[in-house]
C-alpha cells in the first residue's frame, strides 16, 4: 500500500495541551503533506515537508520527516478547542502520480 | 484568490437514478482536477483526475465516470446509482501533480 497509516486513531486531550500524531508510510517519497478536516467539511492543507526537510513549523504546527524510518509527525502546542478535527498525512510516493491519504486521527481538544 | 464550489451539497437519491454532481474553480487556470470519495470515518479514495479538458485518469473501477468539458469544470456522473455510491465525494484542485491541494466543501450523497 502506497498510502500512510496514522496514529493513533482518535486521541483525546485537555485545551492548552500538545498533541501529537504519527504517520508512517511504506514506500520512499517525494514529499509527505498533512491536512486537517472538520467533521463533514473539506480537506485544509496544513503544511508540506519535502523528502530533503527534516523539520518544518507554521504557527502553533510542528511538523518533522524521517525517510530512513518512513514516518512524520504532526505536532499541535498550545492546542484549543478549535483544533477538533481529523488530521491526515498525504504522501507522494516515488513514481506514483497522486497522493494517498491515510485513513487519519480524530483529535478531540476538551475545553 | 482561487476558490472552489461544490454541489450539491447534500444529496439524497434511490438506486438506479442518475448522478450529476458538479466542481468549479474560480481565479485560475488549467489546473490539475480530483474526485475523492470518503466513507464514513475513513481516508480519501482517489476516483478520478484531470490534467485538462477532455483528459480524464480513472483510479478504481466503478459505476462513475467524471468529464471536464471546460478548464474549471468537472463533473462526477453516474447513469444508475449503486447502494454502495453513497458517501462523501471531495472535488480538489491542484497546481501540478505533486502540489498541495485545496479542497471543495464536499456533497454528500446517501443512495436510498
Known amino acids: 500500500s502506497q498510502q500512510g497509516e496514522e496514529d493513533p486513531q482518535a486521541l483525546s486531550i485537555q485545551e492548552g495541551e500538545n498533541a501529537t500524531m504519527n504517520c508512517s508510510y511504506k514506500t520512499s517519497i517525494n514529499n509527505l503533506q498533512w491536512y486537517r478536516q472538520n467533521s463533514g467539511r473539506g480537506l485544509v492543507h496544513l503544511i508540506l515537508?519535502?523528502?530533503?526537510?527534516r523539520e518544518k513549523h507554521s504557527g502553533r504546527l510542528r511538523v518533522t520527516l524521517d525517510t530512513s524510518k518512513k514516518s512524520s509527525s504532526l505536532l499541535i502546542t498550545a492546542s484549543r478547542a478549535a483544533d477538533t478535527a481529523s488530521y491526515f498525512c498525504a504522501t507522494d510516493p516515488t513514481g506514483a502520480n497522486n497522493l494517498f491519504f491515510g485513513t487519519g486521527t480524530r483529535l478531540t481538544v476538551i475545553p | 484568490s482561487q476558490t472552489i464550489h461544490q454541489w450539491p451539497a447534500t444529496l439524497v437519491q434511490p438506486v438506479g437514478s442518475p448522478l450529476s454532481l458538479e466542481c468549479t474553480v474560480e481565479?485560475?487556470?488549467?489546473?490539475?482536477l480530483y474526485w475523492y470519495r470518503q466513507a464514513a470515518g475513513r481516508g480519501l479514495q482517489l476516483l478520478f483526475y484531470s490534467v485538462g479538458i477532455g483528459q480524464i485518469s480513472s483510479e478504481v473501477p466503478q459505476n462513475l465516470s467524471a468529464s471536464r468539458p471546460q478548464d474549471r469544470q468537472f463533473i462526477l456522473s453516474s447513469k444508475k446509482l449503486l447502494l454502495s455510491d453513497s458517501g462523501f465525494y471531495l472535488c480538489a484542485w491542484s497546481w501540478r501533480r505533486r502540489d498541495e491541494q485545496y479542497f471543495g466543501p464536499g456533497t454528500r450523497l446517501t443512495v436510498t
Open positions: 481565479g485560475t487556470s488549467n489546473p490539475n
Open positions: 515537508i519535502r523528502s530533503n526537510e
